[in-house]
């Protein structure tokens, strides 16, 4: 059995490299999808003759429960005489986000393992059939995965952004009695960079299956094969 030597050639080549913008990338995927928090106004004139509109406001992040994420007025502060804890937004997005961010942290911890191998035990990595198959597999597998993930996530975006967009003031139930506006709600740019990783990702993995590929013995047998035959020809006998 190999022991752990530590050598970084295997970063210089395609198959570390790439590994290393895989555990970054992944980095950024969950971590500008799992940290974010937002809220989104709205401006209520309980009658025309009111001097100025008050403010409501809904707090949501991560994983976006949407639908447990409940209206607050100022402390102290009496809006219309509604009791706006009772109303929520619309919508719970939390099982396509919690997949997303899920895969791309088992994708981070993957990685890892992964450099820690080559860089470690690369002589071991190469000598072994089953190991860079399983490798081989994996990569497909995540390719797919982020491809199905990320789409169900830039979906569910989608949805968010309507679900806390100008449409809340025709679903809540209040603002059929009272004048309300849409206010504002906070900028989602974080999410879309989550939604752009995750197609990088995609990316990324599917470039890497080739350099993975190679390590196999699927496309071993084929370079064998062809240096036995270049090496099998025998020279012109003389006349």
């Known amino acids: 059995m190999s022991s752990f030597q530590l050598n970084l050639n295997p970063l210089k080549e395609p198959l570390g490299f790439i590994k290393v913008l895989e555990w970054f990338a992944a980095i ?5 999808c799992g940290g974010y928090k937002g809220k989104t106004d709205i401006l209520v004139k309980c009658s025309p003759t009111d001097p100025e509109n008050k403010t409501v406001t809904a707090t949501f992040t991560y994983p976006f429960r949407l639908n447990q994420a409940s209206f ?21 997005y939390s099982s396509s986000a919690q997949f ?9 911890l993957y990685c890892i393992a992964a450099l820690l191998l080559y860089v470690g ?6 000598d072994n059939r089953k190991l860079p198959m399983i490798d081989f597999i994996v990569t497909l597998i995540a390719t797919f995965l982020w491809l199905v993930s990320t789409s169900a996530w830039a979906k569910a975006l989608t949805d968010i952004k309507i679900a806390t967009g100008h449409n809340i ?26 939604v752009i990783f995750g197609f990088l990702n995609m990316i990324l993995w599917g470039g890497n299956a080739w350099f993975v590929y190679k390590e196999t013995s699927l496309h071993g047998p084929s370079n064998t094969s062809a240096s036995h035959n270049q090496g ?8």
């Open 169 to 194: 003031v025709q679903e809540l139930g209040p603002c059929k009695n009272v004048t309300c506006y849409f206010g504002s709600v906070t900028s989602m740019g974080s999410l879309n960079v989550s």
């Open 72 to 92: 607050k007025a100022p402390p102290s502060v009496n809006v219309c005489d509604i009791d706006w804890k009772q109303y929520v937004l619309l919508g719970d």
């Open 121 to 126: 035990c690369i002589n071991l990595y190469r």
């Open 28 to 32: 950024f995927a969950f971590a500008t």
């Open 232 to 239: 099998g020809i025998s020279p012109p006998s003389g006349m």
């Open 100 to 108: 997303y961010v899920m895969f791309a942290v088992f994708v981070f």
